[in-house]
């Protein structure tokens, strides 16, 4: 939304005129204003600490107004907050003003099915588990409203396609949703009862230790990825032939972590290690990385002292875990031929072999200073031969069955268009020449 279109400004025109319509009953409904008035000096403060603290929006303020409140009453405690709270980029003030008639229409939306199913009445004497019933429907609302509005503003604001704007919105939205409109029932829930606000607001200390939590690892999460993209972009400017091989490997391995059933830490672990394989790249001159045509044998040795630059590299970063010994190990093979010591089966680490197997697909499916792309059919062919002397077969069957069922996407193939092979396309048979490493050359 750096520069809005004008069909997008519309759009927010009319979600604001339709915000403006959900408050024009507030004169004349009977409105609890202290309650109006706490909740929104307690959603803009909680709204001003989560964004200076990129911990994301506080849903459970507005949850509880929209259980406690009438309609209009509800939508009003998102006001306040949204128009003062940070935003990201410019423009600021109709990124502010977007914001809060979103969240005006969602609370709205809530509320109003919430009262309509009895849900404020059900609030005095809640019978567990129907109350339930109110809450949940109120919350689906709150979260469709919010999904129809991100993704007509992603459609008209951003360059994506119009079927694929909502694709995973509402799904990614109802998770978090739940879990604070969980804390907003427990709010409202105390708040009629004999204790008052004062027991409702205690529910928001455990969420404020939840959102520091969850700021930290979000923290340290950045810092991971900051780490590994500074070092993949380093090895990008020292061997541009090879420009997006490491994310492409990352995501192979990926696949195959995930068709093997990693659990999703894991998967996590072995995607840094495919896009960290080639870091010791960084210790090799680029007059080799770059050279046209075969390498010597002194120069084929100096590049395959890479796996062992990459692991000094990353020994200390104590977060990838097992990538490191992927790092170190991503070219041995299993039949003892490889290096840099020669290891032999199972003695090789599980992550290097996953990662040598998405490595050499990539290498044989991108176009590099000394040869042509080949066609992924062709690259998978070449996979199937040599499994069992140069790969792990499991590893092989696992990125074949991930590419049956997925595809493959990457920016260079070798008819220099995305390739999206489907299960037929992908061979059952050996034959070929043999798969070569990411080096990919024979010494002379």
Sequence with gaps: MDAVPARARVYVAGVVLAALVCLRSLPSTPTPWRAVLLLAVLYAGSELVARFRSVGTCYPVLLTGAFLLPPSAAALVALPGALLSPVPRR???LRR??????LTLAVWAAAYLHGRLGGRDALVEPDFPYALV???????????????????????????????????????????????GLAGLMMAVLWRSPYGPVAALLVLLPMCVAWWAFAQYHRERAA?????RALVQAVDIKDGYTRGHSERVG????????ELGM???RVETLRFAGILHDVGKLGVPTRLLRKEGALTPEERRVIELHPEYGHEMVRGIRFLGEARAAVLHHHERLDGSGYPYGLVGDRI???ARVVAVADAFDAMTSTRSYRRARPVAAAVEELQRCAGKQFDPRM?????RALGRHGWHPSVTADGTAAVPTAAAIPGRAGGRGARDSVGRRAV
Excluded: K, N
Excluded at 97 to 102: D, G, T
Excluded at 145 to 174: K, N, Q, S
Excluded at 224 to 228: E, L, N, V, W
């Design 91 to 93: 423009p600021f003030a």
């Design 97 to 102: 003003v977007w914001r809060a008639a979103q």
């Design 134 to 180: 109110p809450a949940g429907a109120a919350l689906l609302a709150f979260c469709l409203v919010l999904t129809l509005l991100d993704g007509g503003i992603l459609a008209l604001a951003d360059p994506v396609p119009a079927g694929r704007a909502w694709r995973g919105l509402f799904t990614r939205t109802l998770g978090p949703v739940a879990v604070h």
């Design 224 to 228: 991971h990825q900051a780490t590994i």
């Design 251 to 258: 995501r192979a391995s990926m696949m195959i972590a995930r």
């Design 263 to 265: 659990d999703d830490e």
């Design 349 to 351: 680490p599980e992550s």
């Design 396 to 400: 092989v069957g696992a990125l074949v």
